[in-house]
Structures are given as C-alpha cells and as structure tokens.
C-alpha cells in the first residue's frame, strides 16, 4: 500500500508569485487535507477536500485555493505569494466514512521559500 | 474554538529514563486524538490514535491515555532511547473533519 507523497520536496518562489503543490492519497482515502506548518509551530487547518468537493476551510486568504481530483489526488495552490507563506506545507489523507476512524496520514511535506 | 496545549515545549532525558509528554485541549467534545513524531524538516508520522470512546492506546514502548472529561492526554514512553528524539506533536479531531495540533513537545534524548 503506497503512502502519501508530495511534491515537489523543496520550492523557492518570489514575492508576488504563483505555486502549486501536488499530493498523491493513500490508496483508498477519499479524503484530503492541507495544513500549513510555520517553523516552531504545529500544522494549522488550510482547507479539506472529501469525494472532490471542500469540506471545510481554515482562516486563511481565497489566494489558497484546492482542487480533488477523480482518482483523490489534490492540488494546492497559492497565488500572489506573499513572505509569511514561507512554510512545510503538509497534505493528508484520510479513509473516512470508509472505516469510521478518521486517521489522518501525512505526507513528507514540500517546504516553501519565498524571498 | 479549540485550543490545544502542550507543556513542556522542550524536555531533555538521559537515555534509559521513562518520560511523559502532556497534552491539554479546551473543547472535550472531540473524537478523536492523534499523537505524532516530527523530525526535524519532516511530515509527520502517525504514533497513536486514540478515539473519544476509549482510554488509552498501547504500542510498542508507547502509551498514549485520553481524559475527555479534563480535556487531557499523556504519551508515556518507556525506556527512552536517543532515536526518539523529535518533536512530538497531539492533535485533537472532530469526525471526519480538520486536525487542531499543539505547537509540540521537542525531546532530546542525551546518551
């Protein structure tokens, strides 16, 4: 059973750039979260795709914007970036309803530099 | 809204010593808990899970309790050994829905 990957690993954007962020869900999750992890703190809640629909978003700028994909993939993209989005970005994914337990796995993260 | 609280944010053991990792959360009507390891630079790694309906969660040289009624939870680890040094990290969850996490507990474990 394939994990969460995520890519790319590293990105180093400018100011006032565009990026996207790309996760693969374990085999089976339908559902799919991003956080965002500032150094030193915990991840915090950007938003949650369940079956291609948001299900849900944190308090953070229509610039972060998500996609689901047919086979749960999800993209993250950010537009008109901006320096304090320098961060690990971390996507999960989740079985759901599937088994009732709603374990959240992560993936390796894609830390995001902007200069 | 839910807060979630870890004390220590930093702890050092020497190698060998049973250690104690707290975790506190404001809103107890939660579903479930999720400890997990961080290394440095890295994703997270599922340690325990444990749901609303049960108490504690055993693996390995790790125990995870829950208290809901307090709004706590323990991660004991048994006979520290340097390969857990990381930061350990709880989150608390509603259901199918977001993660809230505390900012961590940095442990270093001197040889």
């Known amino acids: 059973e394939t994990g969460v990957t995520q890519s790319p690993t590293h990105l180093i954007k400018t100011r006032g750039q565009q990026v996207t962020l790309r996760c693969s869900s374990q085999?089976?999750?339908?559902?799919v979260s991003w956080y965002q992890q500032a150094l030193g703190q915990g991840p915090q809640f950007i938003f949650q795709?369940?079956?291609?629909?948001?299900?849900g978003r944190g308090n953070f700028p229509p610039r972060f914007s998500g996609l689901q994909f047919p086979n749960y993939s999800s993209e993250l993209n950010v537009n008109a970036l901006e320096l304090d989005d320098s961060a690990l970005y971390l996507c999960?994914?989740?079985?759901?309803?599937?088994?009732?337990?709603?374990?959240?796995?992560f993936g390796p993260g894609t830390r995001l530099t902007v200069t | 809204k839910q807060e979630v609280t870890q004390i220590p944010a930093a702890l050092s053991v020497p190698e060998g010593e049973n250690l104690v990792l707290n975790c506190s959360f404001t809103?107890?009507?939660?579903?479930?808990l999720q400890w997990f390891r961080q290394d440095p630079g890295k994703g997270l790694t599922s340690l325990l899970l444990?749901?609303?309906?049960?108490r504690e969660q055993t693996s390995g040289r790790l125990n995870a309790s829950l208290d809901k009624s307090s709004g706590r939870s323990t991660l004991y680890i048994a006979a520290s050994q340097p390969g857990d040094s990381a930061t350990y990290l709880c989150?608390?969850?509603?259901?199918?829905?977001?993660?809230?996490f505390g900012t961590g507990t940095r442990l270093t474990i001197i040889p």
């Open positions: 999960a994914s989740s079985p759901g309803v599937r088994t009732g337990s709603y374990e959240q796995y």
């Open positions: 085999s089976g999750h339908n559902t």
């Open positions: 795709y369940y079956r291609e629909e948001e299900n």
């Open positions: 809103d107890s009507a939660i579903y479930n």
């Open positions: 444990i749901q609303s309906s049960q």
């Open positions: 989150a608390v969850g509603f259901g199918n829905e977001k993660l809230t």
